[in-house]
């Protein structure tokens, strides 16, 4: 009994990976019987993945060869041993005999001891190195993954991420890569030793005797069946345990964000009686589910008492017939032993491999997301921009089937303003999306300054735009460092300039450390109005020849809300700028206004020319800028 | 963790029968190497065939004894930890039900979330670890001594020397690698964060061509990440063949040792072949015991976060002898109210005092973090306050219970928060009993109707949870139309009306005016234009009233107001 729960111990290994070790068993793989996730095409994705283990063959070869010199010294070394016990009981029999001078060869079996230290070492050392290599060709196999996921996620559209949750990319970038980390890094060297393991198991056992042999292995299908027919079982609990969890889950999450609402409106107990009928159900299915595939290990064990107990009668009659040894009675129980652990673990790592494989499946699947639109192969470069822009028949939908603008025409001059209009969620993301090329359009042009944009490098245009939205993104680091964002190589000087154009310099030095003030994780420790106010600073820096404004609305009160107004105001100056506006004073003030409605751009023209229409603007402007007895604003 | 053993108490019998099962399953494992033992040493050593069948069905018969245990064991901590994890869920979800939006505050409502959901699941399946694993590895441990103790004394001396050994090197090696285990997770946050910060950010990165550089910072983490687990899985790859190593050497010594007692008459071959299974299991239950070491730190974490939960009580509690309510209607008044949130060095709100009546409309206004919420929340006492009175109908509304006290009050919310069900029952939260006329009849006051009529179900059709398949406006009408089929004597807008369009903020004002005509309303705006016409406006500025009266008032008397009004509106068009 030596090898047989080599790989139980491994720390990072969760409750439902653990084989479970163990003289007769008892210790369980708690896991069992859980479903497992399944890839659509399992055959193509893994030998994708094995194209990323190529560079390392060398390696893997070493870890196969130690992997195999390891386990098949640990199988020889039972047999070894047995032949010391054999020694050992042929001399005490011959003593009981009364054989005269007969004693016990203790040079011998001191032979086969210091042999079989040296196959234990031995072994010990090839299972280390096998380990060592591996936690290298492992996670550097799942370090260019990762690498290669952040690199494609840098070429894919905006298209792809609009459409995903956050949680969801993040979840195949990081838990599903993680995932295919602690495959490669466990299991794999896992499956070799398992089946060298169950092959060497058997030829020694046939070396020993093939009647016995021939019993444990018909132990095997019986321990097949049992844990076949219980795994489909206790499935169906745990799909119901999930499908309780989730109604669980779901009620908790509603009710503690609507807590103030299921408060006011008196609703507590009656979401109490929710919970517990949900509660309820959960526990019918989750007690259900645990018993069931709690009880595979011990049928298995079970079974494999079975083999023991005919190994142990079988055997001893067969040694009492001079048919085989002692010591091979003791060999073989500890090779019974190791059989059906391997044979158990290979049946969890089949579900682990599944799983992993579904895993590389999702990770494989970002890597082949269709990619932006290529460059175009001759860049042309605006070397001083004017800030001309021109649509010219534009048409684009997010949605082939539905068009958002269709033939649109619009002609911007250098330093025009341009003011986006409409109700929240009327799409003002949607101008952004094709002036910096986020998204393709579907027919037409945009041109600036007579050019094409795609005859321009993505990089070059959305360098020509400066940026500020409401949804302020600033990151994890210093003041300096997010306001510096805006260019590369920015001096100091620069930076405190920017700063003070964006009324932000007064502010800033008023935090514990200044520029140098880490941005906490949510941004919390600024509030909303000196977030919008480095974000401007920033764009101030990047001094675009086009801007892309977002006025700040309610979110921010009155004071920071001037200041915003007045940096803003200061950075428009002489810039082509896209405002999606908010004040009336903005509106009217702008060149051009494009009403937004739905996602659409119903209407454009300059105020006075869309009252004169009648349309959606004019009636919006009556209903809420002029109607009622005296004030109106826009929201 | 051991506060949390008091939920076990309703299942004691149970674990009491797993601990008596568990111990039955593992003597049956021990006795099983003794009796095979008896075979080699009285059946293989005599010849005698029929004592080799007769313990071998003996043996048959322990080992289903020790499977049917095992079971049993298996029925009884299942049994016992899904009805903890039920008992545990229930308690902390109806403890949570009587926080306040203090506790809400102060635990974050996400993280009570996941305390109410993931912790409890984690912390039962470690109990049925706990109660077949763990109590296993000690019985085996310890019967397994005492076995090897009777089958020979002297050669236990060996284990004596294997264990501190065994021992040792877990303890060695778990020092080295835990605190590298600690510093991986917090690198793989690190390398979660950056990617998370990629991706809110996309647009930002790409308009500001920082690409290679976001590039360059998540390859910084990465590799980061890839040297503390490389480093990790090479330390842990020395764990499995070191304890490999104790233990064949382990047997290895018994044999030797063995033998030379066997020699000496002290001992038989089979008790040998007997003692080096039990050697085994006895090591084997310490790797199991170092194994659930590992995961009780894990465990413990959950169970902190729940018993975080259980400590916190709410501050907030019905009076014992609530005032029955009186015949007036509608009548709110502050009288120096001041209340700060737990912890804030200054009040949120400080010497509030104002009264509204039935049929008048009163309106709040200022800037953010003036306290217009704060104030609101006051009034059905999501928060109770530090100095001062808050009377409804002319009772302390501490001296009213919560349910008395919201009875009166229609409350709609700045975030718009739907359940899962249909329309109909979403507009029902407000008032269980209405009949379809009235909840029909609210949605068209709160200009919900038309676009409910457009659905392909109606007033049955479903909202998905958390309100996805209908828009922000539609929600916030819905959230309204909850209210207004309740028919309150008090309503409370909490600048409810901010994801309507232009029109429909008209037209569901309109319709409101003449629905609440008797009630009495409490709006809080950020627009101007929609409480232009409030019987009267309370300016809020740092938490102070800075003027009450109507616009026109206002415009004259208070300098905050006219700057409020002056930044939503350029000059020419304030009256």
């Known amino acids: 009994m030596s090898r047989d729960s080599k790989h139980q111990t491994s720390e990072q290994n969760s409750g439902a990976r653990k084989p479970g070790p163990g003289p007769g068993g008892g210790f369980g793989p708690m896991g069992m019987g859980m479903p497992v ?71 011998y079996i001191g032979q086969i001891i210091i042999f079989l230290i040296g196959l234990y070492i031995l072994s010990a050392i090839f299972a280390y190195i096998q380990q060592y290599i591996m936690a290298g060709v492992a996670q550097k196999t799942v370090y260019n993954l990762r690498k290669e996921v952040e690199e494609k996620l840098n070429r894919l559209p905006l298209k792809y991420f609009d459409a995903r949750t956050h949680g969801e990319i993040l979840s195949r970038a990081v838990n599903d890569v993680d995932n295919i980390s602690t495959t490669l890094q466990q299991s794999l060297t896992q499956l070799i030793t398992s089946v060298v393991t169950i092959i060497g198991v058997i030829i020694m056992m046939l070396t020993i005797s093939p009647l016995m042999t021939l019993i444990v292995i018909v132990t095997l299908p019986l321990s097949g069946i049992a844990i076949a027919k219980i795994a489909k079982k206790s499935q169906l609990y745990f799909k119901g345990q999930q499908k309780s969890l989730g109604q669980l889950n779901g009620h908790v999450e509603e009710m503690y964000t609507g807590h103030k609402v299921v408060k006011v409106f008196g609703h507590e107990q009656k979401s109490i009686e929710t919970f517990e009928g949900i509660n309820e159900e959960l526990y019918q299915s989750a007690w259900k589910a645990q018993f069931v595939s709690g009880m595979i290990m011990p049928l298995m064990s079970f079974i494999n008492n079975i083999g023991y107990v005919l190994v142990a009668v079988v055997g001893g009659i067969l040694v009492t017939k001079k048919a085989i ?194 941005l906490n994780e949510e941004a919390s420790n600024i509030s909303q109005g000196q977030k919008q106010l480095l974000t401007i600073a920033r764009a101030i820096l990047a001094n675009p020849a086009m801007l892309i404004l977002d006025e700040a609305t309610s979110s921010v009160d009155t004071r920071t809300e001037v200041q915003i107004q007045k940096a803003m105001d200061h950075l428009m100056q002489g810039r082509t700028s896209f405002v999606i506006a908010h004040r009336l004073s903005t509106i009217r003030n702008a060149d051009m206004i494009l009403v937004m409605n739905q996602g659409k751009v119903i209407e454009k023209g300059n105020h006075e020319e869309l009252l004169a229409k009648g349309g959606f603007y004019a009636d919006l402007y009556n209903s809420q800028f002029t109607g009622g007895n005296s004030v109106k604003n826009v929201g | 963790m051991i506060k949390l053993i008091k939920f076990l108490k309703p299942f004691q019998i149970p674990i009491y029968l797993v601990l008596g099962l568990v111990l039955l399953q593992s003597l049956s494992e021990l006795y099983l190497p003794t009796l095979m033992a008896d075979i080699v040493d009285k059946g293989v050593v005599t010849g005698d065939t029929d004592y080799i069948w007769k313990i071998g069905g003996f043996m048959l018969l322990v080992a289903a004894g020790g499977m049917v245990c095992s079971i049993a064991a298996s029925f009884y901590s299942a049994k016992a930890a899904s009805g903890f994890g039920k008992l545990l869920r229930s308690r902390v979800f109806s403890h949570v039900g009587n926080f306040s939006l203090h506790e809400f505050d102060q635990l974050g409502t996400a993280s009570l979330i996941t305390r109410t959901t993931n912790d409890i699941t984690q912390i039962q399946q470690v109990l049925v670890m706990m109660l077949r694993m763990m109590a296993m590895a000690p019985m085996m441990c310890i019967g397994g001594i005492i076995m090897a103790y009777s089958k020979d004394a002297k050669l236990t001396l060996v284990l004596a020397v294997a264990l501190p050994v065994l021992v040792l090197a877990i303890v060695v090696i778990a020092r080295k690698g835990i605190p590298l285990f600690k510093a991986m997770q917090v690198k793989l946050d690190n390398l979660n964060r950056v990617l998370r910060e990629n991706l809110t950010g996309i647009r930002v990165i790409r308009s500001f061509n920082r690409v290679e550089h976001e590039k360059k910072r998540f390859d910084e983490a990465n590799w980061d990440l890839t040297q503390t687990a490389i480093k990790v899985n090479k330390i842990m790859a020395a764990m499995m063949p070191i304890m490999m190593i104790v233990l064949n050497l382990t047997t290895v010594a018994i044999v030797w040792f063995g033998g030379i007692r066997i020699s000496n008459g002290h001992m038989q071959v089979g008790d040998m072949m007997a003692f080096i299974q039990y050697a085994m299991q006895i090591m084997f239950s310490f790797i199991m015991l170092s194994m659930m070491f590992v995961m009780i730190p894990r465990a413990s974490v959950s169970a902190v976060r729940i018993n975080e939960v259980l400590a916190t009580n709410a501050d907030i509690s019905d009076p014992k002898v609530p005032v029955s309510s009186t015949d007036k209607k509608g009548h709110v008044e502050f009288q120096h109210v001041t209340f700060s949130y737990p912890g804030a060095e200054m009040p949120a709100i400080s010497n509030i005092s104002f009264s509204m009546e039935p049929g008048k409309v009163t309106a709040i206004i200022g800037g953010t973090g003036s306290g217009k919420s704060t104030l609101i929340n006051l009034i059905p006492r999501f928060y109770d306050i530090d100095n001062g009175k808050i009377l409804v109908d002319g009772v302390d509304v501490r001296d009213l219970t919560q349910e008395q006290l919201r009875e009166k009050i229609g409350f709609v919310p700045q975030q718009a928060i739907l359940f899962t069900g249909s329309i109909a029952e979403n507009i029902r939260y407000g008032k269980e009993e209405a009949t379809i006329e009235e909840v029909e009849h609210a949605a068209e006051i709160a200009q919900a109707k038309e676009f409910i009529s457009t659905m392909p179900d109606g007033f049955d059709a479903v909202i998905a949870q958390g309100g996805t398949n209908v828009s922000g406006g539609q929600k916030q009408r819905l959230s309204i139309a909850r209210a207004l089929v309740r028919k309150p004597e008090i309503y409370i807008f909490d600048d409810s009306f901010s994801a309507l369009d232009f029109k429909t903020d008209a037209k569901l004002r309109a319709a409101l005016k003449r629905e609440t005509g008797d009630s009495t309303v409490l709006i809080v705006a950020q627009r101007v234009s929609t409480i232009i016409d409030a019987d009267q406006i309370i300016v809020l500025d740092n938490g102070e009233i800075a003027g009450i009266g109507t616009h026109r008032g206002l415009m004259e008397s208070s300098e905050v107001y006219r700057e409020i009004v002056m930044s939503q509106l350029s000059e020419e068009e304030i009256a």
């Open chain 1, 37 to 107: 996730q399944k890839a659509k095409n399992f055959k193509g994705t893994l030998n994708r993945l094995i194209t990323y283990l190529k560079p390392y063959k060398l390696q893997l070869l070493a870890v196969l060869l130690t992997a195999i010199i390891s386990t098949i010294f640990a199988i020889v070394s039972p047999k070894i041993m047995g032949k010391a016990t054999t020694k050992l009981f042929e001399g005490l029999m011959m003593k009981l005999r009364g054989v005269p001078g007969a004693k016990i060869d203790f040079d």
């Open chain 1, 325 to 518: 040894e002692i010591g091979d009675i003791q060999a073989f129980i500890q090779y019974s032993r190791q059989f059906s652990q391997p044979i158990a673990q290979t049946a969890s790592i089949a579900n682990v491999i599944q799983s992993t494989i579904a895993s590389a499946e999702r990770v494989f699947e970002i890597l082949d997301e269709q990619e932006e639109v290529p460059e175009a192969s001759n860049p042309k470069v605006i070397a001083s921009p004017k800030g001309e822009v021109k649509f010219e028949h534009v048409s684009f939908g997010y949605d082939e089937e539905e068009l958002l603008i269709e033939e649109m025409n619009i002609d911007v001059k250098s330093g025009q303003k341009v003011a986006i209009v409409g109700p929240t969620g009327a799409g003002k993301t949607t101008l952004i999306n094709l002036l910096m090329r986020f998204y393709e359009i579907n027919s037409g042009k945009i041109l600036i300054d007579g050019m094409d944009t795609r005859d321009l490098k993505r990089e070059h245009l959305r360098s020509l735009f400066g940026m500020v939205l409401q949804d302020t993104w600033l990151f994890n680091s210093t003041i300096r460092e997010n306001i510096a964002y805006g260019r590369e190589g920015a001096t100091e000087d620069e930076i405190v300039a920017a700063a003070k154009a964006a009324n932000a310099d007064h502010f800033i030095r008023t935090l514990p450390d200044g520029y140098d003030t880490i």
